[in-house]
């Protein structure tokens, strides 16, 4: 299968049925995040235990099937990471969607994650992948709102 059609399928299936959507108490961060330029709105709930790492996590919110299907495969990836490991995710993940159409996806480190490299033929829903990182980055720094605009 090629990573076209296995993008719009693992983005259906997420965005039918969310893994992790829900709320979390208690829990030791969240936070909202909102990209305006589609209309996508989520909370983020975090448990991060003592030595930093993530026990859980869960969202809520409303958006496009890309926003949400990129938080329910980010959720998975991130439960029982550590905040360093989220810290350089964030980086390879952000790089990767951003990144030329015809670069190398480096599916080894990146995992599930590596199907969202779908989203590089669709410039503008970017962002709408990327809000649930955003909005996790926030959580974890307590600025409470996350905007991609
Ligand atoms: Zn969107």
Request: hydrophobic share 35%.
């Amino acid at each position: 299968m090629d990573l076209r059609s296995l993008y719009q399928q693992v983005i259906v299936n997420h965005s039918k049925s969310p893994r992790n959507f829900g709320t979390l108490e208690p829990c030791s961060h969240d936070a909202d995040g909102h990209n305006p330029l589609c209309g996508d709105r989520l909370h983020v709930y975090l448990q991060v235990n003592d030595d930093d790492r993530i026990e859980d996590v869960r969202f809520e919110g409303d958006g496009c099937a890309i926003s949400v299907a990129s938080a329910s495969i980010m959720t998975e990836t991130l439960k029982g990471k550590t905040l360093a490991e989220f810290r350089a995710l964030f980086d390879d993940f952000q790089h990767m969607v951003t990144s030329d159409v015809t670069a190398p996806v480096d599916e080894e480190s990146m995992g599930k994650l590596s199907v969202l490299a779908g989203v590089r033929e669709f410039p503008s829903r970017v962002k709408c992948a990327i809000l649930c990182w955003h909005t996790v980055k926030s959580a974890l720094e307590h600025e409470g709102v996350a905007r991609t605009e």
